[in-house]
């Protein structure tokens, strides 16, 4: 499914039972808890702390476009601390909404995989933290919809062709009745950038961390299955063609790209080498560049100073480069 799925997530959402919650408690306490869930946490594996208070803003919202940490996370960073493995598919933000925030993230549809990767650490967690459970609520969370299982189970979705095709706003709609929700690239209240959707979960009591992820995998397979089937559709017209092979050839010359630009002509490669128009590069390849070339990642490559004009220079100076 390669072709449609960029990425799968599990979240698991955990908080300490002998703690307020975060928005409740002190700057002292948020210290406190940082300090002991980092200790079980890296007892169990190697993970680097990033204490986010000592990082720049450029530094912190990179961390959000490598969707490591939530935006929500880099707000008010004294006493929050994110807890990284060393190949970045495993990170804990600590006192985000909630105490913790476990998250694994893998490529392609490994829903299960990265379920049961996060599973384990969480079993391994609550054998030295007292995580708060009611056997009638399950996992008590800070924001009610988060209680029972309190997993959040995601894939990051690329559907320029429903997109171009307008039909990502009827099957949002459709989506809510069977407790899913697809939202932009950043989740919550963000917009698709680059025809990328995440698409997730909305409910988490009354159901088994199973059923959700069953649900989630489905529902996505039939997504993919439309987004295929558009494809077809679109890609008869030479227009579109044409279009997916002049964005490479843009990429590999243009002098200056923003943002919105670079993400919508990496689409359109994305699309082109899914398809299997363009057979010079890989999927892989485009979804790292994706990642790459967002605002603050160019800014922490190239020089936190950069004006907004250098920034779209450096952009197009590193996407020629990767690409020619």
């Known amino acids: 499914m390669s072709e449609a799925v960029v990425s799968s997530r599990i979240r698991l959402a ?3 039972s002998d703690y307020p919650f ?9 210290i406190e808890l940082a300090d002991k869930v980092s200790a079980v946490a890296k007892s169990i594996l190697d993970f680097d702390r990033i204490d986010m208070q000592n990082l720049s803003k450029t530094q912190a919202i990179s961390l959000v476009e490598q969707h490591l940490i939530s935006p ?3 707000s008010e960073p004294v006493g929050k601390t994110l807890l990284l493995s060393k190949d970045k598919t495993i990170s804990i933000m600590i006192n985000e909404e909630d105490h913790i925030r476990l998250q694994v993230i893998m490529p392609d549809l490994r829903l299960t995989e990265a379920f049961a990767v996060a599973d384990e650490l969480d079993t391994k967690l609550s054998k030295s933290l007292n995580f708060a459970y009611s056997e009638k609520l399950g996992y008590l969370t800070a924001c009610p919809t988060n209680l029972g299982t309190a997993m959040r189970a995601s894939v990051m979705l690329h559907l320029p062709a429903l997109q171009r ?3 990502v706003a009827r099957i949002s709609s459709n989506l ?9 690239i950043y989740g919550e209240s963000s917009e698709p950038v680059g025809a990328l959707y995440q698409l997730s979960n909305q409910v988490s009591l009354g159901i088994s961390e199973q059923a959700a992820i069953d649900n989630l995998k489905n529902i996505c397979s039939q997504l993919v299955t439309q987004e295929v089937k558009a494809r077809e559709r679109i890609l008869k017209d030479i227009e579109v063609t044409d279009t997916v092979c002049r964005s490479l050839g843009i990429l590999k010359t243009a002098r200056l790209l923003n943002h919105n630009e670079a993400m919508n002509l990496l689409s359109n490669v994305r ?6 128009i363009i057979e010079s590069l890989t999927l892989s390849s485009i979804d790292k560049l994706m990642c790459d070339v967002q605002p603050a990642s160019i800014l922490q490559s190239f020089g936190e100073e950069l004006s907004v004009q250098e920034r779209d220079i450096k952009r197009a100076d590193y996407l ?4 020619n």
């Open 271 to 276: 699309l082109g080498v899914a398809q299997k």
């Open 14 to 16: 955990r908080n300490l």
């Open 176 to 184: 809510s009745k069977l407790g899913l929700t697809i939202r932009g």
């Open 320 to 323: 020629r480069e990767k690409l």
């Open 165 to 167: 095709s307008r039909a």
């Open 22 to 30: 975060p928005v409740r408690m002190t700057q002292s306490q948020k």
């Open 72 to 74: 929500e996370f880099i």
